[in-house]
């Protein structure tokens, strides 16, 4: 079973940048597409990016597309989410986790790590 660490999370400042880190533990995500996904507290967890095992292919949310940029360095079994421009609603719990393909926006894996907190103030 792969266990999942997100990483990076902090409290910036509308307009700021961070960078979030997702390590792969025990089995690793050979092969997988791989996605970020967050949950702010009262709603559901949205799918936020997604990227191919060779990168080639990414896909975003379109409240994220221009500013947050996924991407992966499979030796290191990590992922990554660039964000940038950030906004105040952009505030919640990021989470990693295996996608069933680039066009999915469902996660596959049923545990999930413990997340990484951003939030952004205006």
């Known amino acids: 079973q792969v266990q999942l660490v997100e990483s990076g999370g902090g409290r910036v400042q509308a307009g700021g940048s961070l960078r979030l880190s997702c390590a792969a533990s025990?089995?690793?995500?050979?092969?997988?597409?791989m996605g970020w996904f967050r949950r702010t507290p009262g709603k559901e967890r949205e799918f936020v990016a997604a990227?191919?095992?060779?990168?080639?292919?990414?896909n975003y949310a379109d409240s994220v597309k221009g500013r947050f940029t996924i991407s992966r360095d499979n030796a290191k079994n990590t992922v990554y989410l660039q964000m940038s421009s950030l906004k105040p609603e952009d505030t919640a719990v990021y989470y990693c986790?295996?996608?069933?393909?680039?066009?999915?926006?469902?996660?596959?894996?049923?545990?999930w790590g413990p997340g990484t907190q951003v939030t952004v103030s205006s």
């Open positions: 025990g089995r690793t995500f050979s092969g997988y597409t």
């Open positions: 986790n295996a996608v069933g393909s680039i066009a999915s926006s469902n996660p596959l894996f049923n545990s």
């Open positions: 990227i191919t095992w060779f990168s080639t292919t990414t």
